[in-house]
């Protein structure tokens, strides 16, 4: 069974669901699915940048699922970002799933590293 952890925001929720890569009693959570809901600005800032450092901690692969945001500033754009730069650092997998309004300033991110 997959339980899920959440945190509040004034204006988000971050639910956590584990993942496994197996079934049955020998399962081991092979990574952690973090889905954003609300919206996220410069209040915000801190706490998500709390929350997902907290996660990177275990090792596991990461996936942050953006796409239940109703608004993201760019404040908590940079901190994910920040964020994304520590998980590669750490050499632990952050995947991000960002919708199509967010996908490009991860992307100009992702060119800007490149260079």
Known sequence: ????????????????????GETGSEARTSGYAVEIHGELDAASRQELGVQLR?????????????????FCGVAAIEEI???????RHSDVSLSIIAPDTL?????????????
């Not at 997959?2 to 988000?12: I, K, Q």
């Not at 996908?103 to 260079?115: I, T, W």
């Open 1 to 20: 069974m997959t339980s899920a952890v959440r945190r509040w925001g004034a204006a988000w929720c971050v639910a956590i669901f584990p993942r496994h």
């Open 54 to 70: 907290r996660m990177l901690e275990f090792g596991a692969p990461v996936t942050l699922d953006l796409t239940h945001l109703k």
């Open 81 to 87: 970002l920040q964020v994304a730069d520590l998980a």
């Open 103 to 115: 996908a490009p300033y991860f992307a100009l991110s992702e060119d800007m590293r490149d260079r």
